[in-house]
């Protein structure tokens, strides 16, 4: 999953979803100067990180890129979950998507102060251009891919993805729905067990 997978994976709590957004730049033990809902937001994204990883839906998804983008195909795999979940955020929440985007850059806007510096900077550009809410859209989805293929090596070729993509795509949405479901289960029992 990608910033809006956790972002919707992380309950009521605030200090939980502040600190499933910061947990990529908060290493090994580290976590711990922060209070301890933050703490569990930070475990709780390494844990849909690891059940993301090891999920059968989510390994055959990304196999079906692996052959022409080996070393990406999970980076590509986890934004374009985001884009499926806008798609069918209706299946799954009440609230409006973008009612509940506006309500995590409030809450995480708060906390800025408590951010690492590179995901504040990050942070500040995915507020300004809405990078959440322009998942839904094709070119938001291949925006996000084009920002991030200027930040990593190997390259992104964009036009083999979006080739997979529409050869794929009924696929792709279709087992969305198995991995979501199971998920969403797995990652509210875990935030109950911390």
């Not at 080739?163 to 979501?180: G, P, Q």
Request: charged content about 25%; hydrophobic content about 40%.
């Amino acid at each position: 999953m990608n910033y809006l997978g956790h972002l919707a994976l992380s309950g009521e709590n605030e200090d939980v979803l502040f600190g499933n957004f910061i947990a990529d730049a908060v290493k090994g033990n580290s976590y711990h100067k922060f209070n301890n809902s933050i703490q569990k937001g930070i475990l709780l994204h390494r844990f849909i990180d690891h059940f993301t990883d090891n999920h059968p839906v989510y390994l055959k998804g990304k196999r079906r890129m692996y052959a022409d983008l080996p070393k990406v195909s999970g980076i590509l795999l986890d934004i374009l979950y985001d884009h499926i979940l806008l798609k069918k955020w209706k299946d799954y929440f009440v609230k409006e998507p973008s009612e509940f985007i506006d309500s995590c850059y409030e809450i995480l806007d708060a906390k800025i102060d408590l951010m690492p510096e590179k995901i504040s900077y990050m942070f500040y550009y995915m507020k300004k251009d809405n990078w959440l809410l322009n998942y839904q859209f094709e070119w938001g989805l291949y925006k996000s891919i084009s920002g991030i293929e200027k930040r990593i090596t190997p390259s992104i070729d964009l036009e083999v993805f979006k080739t997979i993509l529409n050869e794929n795509k009924a696929a792709y949405f279709s087992e969305f729905d198995e991995f979501f479901k199971d998920i969403l289960n797995e990652s509210a029992s875990y935030l109950k067990r911390l």
